[in-house]
């Protein structure tokens, strides 16, 4: 049971560099998130996806952008990384209305901006 | 509006019972969910709560009132690995979530 799979699991970029984080779920879910978290901080919302074709901003969406062409990937795109992006990204995927009371995530990945 | 408030930190001794509060806006509320973070792991969910009353999943039970917009997660027989971040999360009409609590991080002591 492979649930929500990450990649990569760690990166080290450049500033002004780009890259593009991959989220891919086998739950047939149709809820799919990306989140941020910094050290010792709870999880931000990004963007997040309600449906194929479908994004919408969460709560820091500034410098990320995001896509979701089939329903089991959700793609998350930082154009020119910061240091300020230097964080832990997590995908989560969940399911609609009473199959949604659990979100599922993936391991991580853990970004650092030099 | 969206916010969830938690306590930023607890601390409890092995063996005791911990309470860990979240209030929440009511603002399309379905249900609200609790998950667990080591340090360096992802959030696993624990709990869920839809209704009033009091989920039991083992050691760990969930408990809300829509009426008050307060739901807490209580911790028994507490345990050294226990130690570790709770989130509470509310999940909107709908079944999509956007909005997780900043955290309550446990520490254990022997």
């Known amino acids: 049971n492979a649930g929500v799979t990450q990649t990569p699991k760690f990166r080290v970029l450049k500033t002004g560099q780009s890259m593009t984080l991959l989220c891919a779920q086998d739950?047939?879910?149709?809820?799919m998130y990306w989140y941020r978290q910094d050290p010792g901080m709870g999880l931000r919302l990004i963007h997040y996806?309600?449906?194929?074709?479908?994004?919408a901003k969460g709560e820091v969406p500034d410098g990320y952008n995001v896509s979701r062409l089939k329903k089991q990937n959700f793609l998350l795109g930082l154009e020119s990384a910061a240091p300020s992006q230097t964080s832990v990204y997590f995908c989560?995927?969940?399911?609609?209305?009473?199959?949604?009371?659990?979100?599922?995530f993936g391991q991580g990945t853990r970004l650092t901006v030099v | 509006g969206q916010s969830l408030e938690q306590p930023s930190e607890v601390t409890a001794v092995e063996g005791a019972i911990v309470q860990i509060n979240c209030t929440y806006q009511?603002?399309?509320?379905?249900?609200l969910s609790w998950y667990q973070q080591h340090d360096g792991g992802a959030p696993t969910f624990l709990s869920y709560?839809?209704?009033?009353g009091l989920e039991e999943t083992g050691r760990f039970s969930s408990f809300l009132s829509r009426s008050d917009s307060y739901g807490y997660l209580l911790l028994q027989e507490l345990q050294m690995k226990d130690s570790a971040s709770y989130f509470c999360d509310k999940t909107n009409t709908g079944g999509f979530k956007t909005i997780f609590g900043a955290g309550t991080r446990l520490f254990v002591k022997a």
């Open positions: 989560a995927s969940s399911g609609r209305d009473r199959e949604g009371t659990e979100a599922f």
């Open positions: 709560n839809a209704l009033d």
């Open positions: 996806s309600v449906g194929e074709g479908t994004t």
């Open positions: 739950m047939n879910h149709e809820y």
């Open positions: 009511t603002s399309g509320f379905y249900g």
